[in-house]
């Protein structure tokens, strides 16, 4: 089946550490969007990119990091520059517009 | 996003139709309305879209006014499985504006 795969499901990090979130899609998608989800609140958009080695900014860049080398996948970095990182991290993808999005099931981050 | 505004909350009871309002006033002509669902520790959903015309599909019906200021979204048989975060999204085809989701209406479907 195609779809989206996130893993971990869930995430500890220490104080001062980067963890990488991983998402890999078999959707043969070109658009793949990273997004935060604090509790009780909406999804804001944190980086995306429309082609592979291409990839902006979105509104709460700071403290992440991607990277785009293959269509298929799309890992972010929690750096230790973001001071809050707890929060619920959704991957999604399009075929090229980014109206009909597709998620992944999610990756919880703790700190610990 | 500040273009739509939903309520936050919504019950309804098993077996009855859920009728999730959204307006949209400052909504552009070529912007279409895009419902999707979040279930609890799950990512969001796609349920459907329309620009002007009502529209229906094995999920959900998709009512537009005659202005496009507002929309409803209806369920018409809500079962246990419709609990989730209903998010409503007007965004332009073939733009490059990225949906955000702002906290959208939370249905609860009661026995």
């Known amino acids: 089946d195609g779809g989206i795969t996130q893993s971990p499901k869930y995430l500890f990090r220490k104080e001062g550490q980067n963890v990488t979130l991983s998402c890999e899609q078999n959707l043969n998608h070109d658009a793949m969007y990273w997004y935060r989800q604090d509790p009780g609140q909406g999804l804001r958009l944190i980086y995306y990119s429309q082609i592979v080695n291409d990839f902006q900014k979105g509104d709460i860049a700071e403290g992440y990091s991607v990277s785009r080398e293959k269509k298929e996948s799309f890992p972010l970095t929690v750096t230790s520059a973001q001071k809050n990182p707890t929060a619920f991290y959704l991957c999604?993808?399009?075929?090229?517009?980014?109206?009909?999005?597709?998620f992944g099931s999610g990756t919880q981050l703790s700190v610990l | 996003d500040a273009k739509t505004t939903q309520p936050t909350s919504m019950d309804c009871a098993e077996g009855r139709a859920a009728n999730l309002p959204c307006n949209h006033s400052?909504?552009?002509?070529?912007?279409?309305v895009y419902w999707y669902r979040q279930i609890h520790s799950q990512g969001p959903q796609y349920i459907i879209h329309g620009l002007k015309n009502n529209e229906t599909n094995e999920m959900a019906s998709l009512i537009i006014t005659e202005d496009r200021k507002s929309s409803t979204l209806i369920l018409p048989h809500a079962t246990l499985r419709d609990t989730a975060v209903y998010y409503c999204?007007?965004?332009?085809?073939?733009?490059?504006?990225?949906?955000?989701f702002g906290r959208g209406t939370s249905l609860i479907v009661h026995p």
């Open positions: 400052t909504i552009s002509g070529n912007e279409y």
């Open positions: 999604a993808s399009s075929i090229d517009r980014p109206e009909k999005l597709f």
């Open positions: 999204i007007v965004l332009a085809s073939g733009g490059s504006y990225i949906p955000t």
